[in-house]
């Protein structure tokens, strides 16, 4: 059975805060775990199926009757990190004769962080801090693809400070006394550790918002690095509005091209293997 997840707020700094767990946040994909009536099926939080891409974590079923919250990750076995381009290829890989060559190349990791349904009971109502109980209690061992998330009470500063120190995505904030919710809730909140870059904006999109990124890679030289679609407000979308024309340099189907005057500051989750910025966030123009 497919349960709908909580999903978390955004904190833009760390606190402390007694009333409070906090856990690592890995950087994989969402995943529900249920293995109810005989059969175990696993979804993304969008309700889409997942379950013949992980085929190893199907070897060893669980008790009957229960649904797991979490994330799917693969860890660098050589450095312990989570890769995350590593889980999409996982993800989005479709043959069977690949899927299983995978499962010995990048075997996932299912990363467990709440009990939704144990032994056929309705866990949701209960506080958050009633059901890391039970699923502390709830034997997972069977299947060693299957771990428990950690997580410290009350130091989550201190918990921030080790997880930028690993280059790790962020922690997640939840009240002990939080029941869980199918929706978007501020008794979940994420703190991200965001890596910040200097950019220039070469070219914006026709057809929809979006700035193209850009990085000097010496004898003037320009690398698209991605397109900045997040973080810029109305009055910043008109600034840039009034030069774009003065420093046009071409255009294609798809964007207009300008010259790399335009420094932006961006934050981003991490840069990708082949150099690209994750997912890039507008924090405002550098001078």
Known sequence: MFISPMLLETSEIPFTDSSYIFEPKYDGHRLIYSQTNGITRLYTRHNNECT??????????????????????VFDPLTGAVDFESVMTRFQ?????????LTVELPVTFVVFDILLYKGE?????????RREILAAADLSVNKRIIKTPYIEGAGESLFEDICSRDMEGIVCKRKDSVYVSRRSEAWQKVINWTYAEVRITGYR?????????????????RPVGVIELG??????????NVKDSIITGEDKEFVY???????????RNWTKAGMLRSPVFVDFAI
């Open 52 to 73: 013949k891409q992980y085929p190893e974590l199907l070897s060893k079923p669980i008790e009957d009757g229960t649904v797991l919250d979490g994330e799917v990750v």
């Open 93 to 101: 890989t479709k043959r069977a004769d690949s899927i299983k060559r």
């Open 122 to 130: 309705d866990l949701r109502g209960l506080p958050l801090t009633k």
């Open 206 to 222: 026709k057809n929809e918002f979006g700035w193209l990124a850009s990085i000097d890679t010496g004898n003037g030289k320009m």
């Open 232 to 241: 810029v407000n109305p009055t910043q979308k008109k600034a840039f509005f």
């Open 258 to 268: 300008l010259e790399p005057f335009i420094r932006a500051r961006v934050k981003t």
